[in-house]
């Protein structure tokens, strides 16, 4: 049962990454896009293909939460009081980005695109490098089952939570670059196209030289994982995503955006899981098992029943959700977002502004 | 298990004794979360159900005024939601991260509602960006269609939430032996014994703090002289909603006050300041409870009134906050007394308002001519929420030292994290301009002429 469990954590997580991950990578983009007349194009199909989906995407980290705190209450109570610092600045941007996303959605002006913009871009790159740290924190064997004991800045602020919260953060901007480039091909914007096409082969580029790196700094700063990731089932993993990862760039230099999409969150999926694998049996390095965190069986039994019956409605109706955005149904006119506000761009301050 | 069966305990969580010298300020932030969560509850709890049953009224009539209210609705309903889903995070994050020895010793006790939350709240975001970039884009009947699981998750979804709440008040599906959580029943958890008033007193006022609101916009609108059919159906709808919905919330607050006396008769002699265990009990309006004499002092007193709230009958005994020591009764007890007597007496007033409306409707087949009507429709939204909160604060104070009654105490949940000061600050920062935001862009968007919502635009 346990087992189970920690399948669906690890499946809620991997969807987390791949989806929402790429919405909080869309927004590095948005920040490094430029002026608003350069960057209009990018951020207009930025806010084109996030609009409909990145809440649904974002409700995996609630379903992850939930089946932490339900399976693994010990685990989830000894994470969210150590690890404090990066998980308050984490919720504090999910926040910030959340909404001066929505709100740039209903911005009037070209003043108040750059304000919420601004505020969306910068937290969404604060958002996967928070947990990104806090995952270094638990897979370096800093985490022991407590009440937030001791220093809380050692538990975030080492070599591995570093590695892991830049490896998060770049990873988003290669996959959300993977998934733009599709949609303005279906979209039928050769520029754009070329442009994501660019970002995606250096995102791809910077998580492979970062994960290669990544490895000396594992080596030395957690050594258990390094030990779990590079034999066993857990080598066996990392080469499946290295593939992937090699395959995506192959199908992207090729401008086969729709399979490099799939094979781009296929690597992260398969990074994610050997990592589970290299961590087995332990969820807290050193201090926890499975076993020992996991609640009792009858908890188990009835989260199982809920998931069950819950993913019967969930799985027709996410693919209700992807089959529309992907046949391009919700789809609406491509705009860039300066132009939007061609009209009032003489003046940034309408009369109403101040009232 | 019955609080009364099952004697109060102190019980020590599994990550070890709290040690927290700033616990007011976990509660503190824990509050503000709360309270700006929770009007947003109330809009994910009914709105859909209104926007659509506009649209209803576009499909049957073909009025193009009833699709061009449905559509502008239902992008509010989108940013609302937006804001709704951060705001929700932020509490399951604070769960763990101001409670992590509650989360620790509980999660797998009560964590079946969240599981269930989960999926509903999932569903409802899919269908809800469907429903709204889905304008125009599907035919006209299947949209109706799309717009159905959003009211029905937000049912499902925002009633997984209040059973957790309920079980707080009302523990049970567990047993205790030599200070271990054992045996645990997560299904008997989920149907406690206050998940039924709950679910109906918030559900009701989800209603009226929505059809308030949106009809108070509208109501403004129609004070200022525009007699449009846009505004008028804009200010019916809602408005009528709300005002059915008042006085049977009336009803039910004396169902969800008479549950509580039974299950939790501490928080009751709070909401009074009843000092000694008496019968006859009066009721105090105003007025400030005195710590050291155990009494009301400067108040208006109606003789028995407390005794007919809690049993219906005026002699009945109600139990007084002596009947426990110090350490077991709420501190703030003046807090929880303001907050119990805004709440009725706002509950009263807009139940007033709602029969004189259904009253003059029903007699002369008409609007109230009036304008103080229209005043307070306009001040009835914001007076609905702050019933809103006070509720919330009536019984969330009022179930103070407690974070799960009788068993765990609030100062043995809290993190030993430091910093929450700062954090407080950080968020209330963020709340207010996040408010500061919405509420602008609101405004905003209507400004817009209706005639922005034809075919083909969605902004």
New interface residues.
């Given amino acids: 049962m346990a087992e189970i469990m920690l399948g669906l954590a690890l499946l809620a997580l991997t969807a987390y990454a791949v989806l929402a991950g790429a919405d909080l990578g869309a927004g590095f983009w948005d920040l490094t896009a430029g002026g608003d007349q350069r960057g209009g194009r990018v951020r207009g199909l930025i806010q084109r293909s996030m ?3 990145w ?2 995407n ?2 995996w ?3 992850l ?3 932490l ?3 693994f ?2 685990f ?6 150590t690890l ?2 990066p ?2 600045l ?3 941007g ?6 001066a ?3 740039r ?4 002006t070209i003043r108040e695109a750059r304000g ?1 913009g601004a505020v969306f871009a910068l937290s969404s790159v604060l958002v996967p490098f928070c947990f990104g740290a806090a995952i270094g924190g638990i897979v370096s064997g800093r985490v022991p ?5 001791g220093d ?1 800045y050692d538990y975030w602020l080492n070599p591995t939570s570093i590695l892991i919260g830049v490896l998060a953060v770049v990873t988003g901007t290669y996959l959300s670059a993977t998934y733009l480039g599709g949609d303005a091909q279906r979209a039928g914007l050769p520029d754009l196209v070329e442009a994501f096409r660019r970002r995606a082969l250096s995102g791809a580029i910077a998580v492979g030289v970062i994960s290669l790196g990544g490895l000396a700094v594992l080596h030395s700063d957690a050594r258990s994982l390094y030990d779990g990731l590079t034999s066993g089932g857990g080598l066996v993993f990392v080469a499946i995503s290295g593939g992937l990862g090699l395959t995506t760039l192959g199908l992207i230099v090729s401008r086969h955006f729709i399979v490099a999409r799939w094979s781009a969150a296929a690597a992260v999926a398969s990074i994610v899981v050997g990592w589970g694998v290299a961590q087995s049996p332990y969820l807290l390095p050193g201090e926890l098992t499975l076993d020992d965190a996991a ?2 069986h ?2 188990l039994v ?2 199982t029943i ?2 069950g019956v ?2 019967c ?2 799985v027709p ?2 693919a ?2 992807y089959r ?1 955005v992907l046949t391009g ?2 789809d ?1 006119e491509f705009e860039p977002l300066d132009q939007r506000f061609r009209p009032l761009t003489a003046d940034d301050h309408p009369p ?1 502004a101040g009232a | 298990m019955s609080p009364a069966l099952m004697a109060a305990t102190d019980l020590v969580g599994r990550l070890g004794p709290s040690e927290q010298e700033h616990l007011l300020w976990a509660r503190e932030l824990q509050a503000m979360s709360l309270t700006f969560h929770i009007p947003l509850v109330c809009f994910g709890i009914s709105f859909p159900a209104i926007v659509l049953f506009m649209e209803g009224l576009y499909l049957r009539t073909g009025d193009e005024t009833y699709r061009a209210l449905a559509k502008r609705w239902s992008k509010v309903m989108l940013l609302l939601f937006a804001v709704g889903v951060v705001t929700g995070t932020i509490l399951s994050f604070e769960f763990g991260l101001l409670w992590p020895n509650f989360m620790a010793t509980f999660g797998d006790v009560f964590g079946l509602a969240f599981g269930i939350e989960g999926f509903a709240f999932f569903i409802e975001a899919i269908f809800i960006a469907i429903y709204v970039y889905g304008w125009d884009r599907v035919p006209r009947k299947i949209h109706l269609s799309l717009g159905v699981p959003i009211v029905i998750t937000g049912v499902i979804g925002s009633l997984s939430v209040l059973t957790v709440n309920g079980w707080m008040n009302d523990p049970g599906g567990f047993d205790i032996v030599n200070g271990e959580i054992t045996n645990i029943r997560p299904w008997e958890a989920l149907f406690n014994g206050f998940f039924w008033h709950e679910l109906a007193h918030m559900y009701f006022a989800g209603y009226m703090v929505t059809g308030f609101i949106v009809g108070g916009v509208y109501a403004f609108a129609y004070l200022k002289g525009d007699r449009s059919r846009y505004v008028r159906a804009g200010m019916i709808v809602p408005l009528t909603v709300a005002c059915l919905a008042s006085p049977v919330q009336v009803i039910i607050g004396d169902w969800a006050g008479r549950e509580v006396t039974k299950a939790q008769p501490i928080k009751l002699a709070t909401f009074e300041g009843l000092g000694q265990t008496q019968k006859d009990a009066p009721f105090h309006l105003l007025g400030w409870y005195d710590k050291s004499t155990g009494e009301v002092k400067d108040a208006i007193k109606i003789p028995y009134l407390l005794s007919i709230l809690a049993y219906h009958d005026p002699t009945h005994v109600v139990q007084g906050l002596d009947s426990v020591p110090e350490a077991d009764r709420p501190g703030p007890i003046n807090t929880v007394r303001f907050a119990f007597q805004a709440m009725i007496m706002i509950g009263s007033g807009l139940m007033l308002f709602g029969l004189f409306y259904a009253f003059v409707w029903y007699r002369k087949g008409r609007l109230p001519t009036t304008k103080w009507f229209y005043r307070v429709a306009v001040i009835a939204g914001p007076l609905s929420v702050v019933a809103l909160i006070a509720g919330w604060v009536t019984t969330e104070v009022g179930r103070q030292p407690w974070i799960v009654y009788e068993v765990m105490r609030v100062d043995g949940a809290v993190t030993n994290a430091g910093g929450l000061q700062i954090a407080f600050f950080v968020a209330l920062a963020i709340y207010l301009s996040l408010a500061a935001a919405v509420l602008w862009l609101l405004r905003r968007l209507a400004a817009r002429p209706p005639q922005v919502e034809t075919p083909g635009t969605v902004a």
């Fill in positions: 609009s409909p989906v809440e649904a974002h409700v980290l609630i379903f939460l939930v089946v705190w339900t399976a209450p010990i989830f109570g000894s994470i969210m009081s404090y610092v998980l308050f984490a919720a504090f999910i926040i910030l980005r959340g909404t996303f929505a709100l959605g209903q911005a009037a919420f089952v407590c009440n937030a004991l809380p609640a009792p009858a908890t009835a989260l809920a998931i819950g993913l409605f969930l109706s996410l209700l959700l529309f149904r919700l609406q109403e």
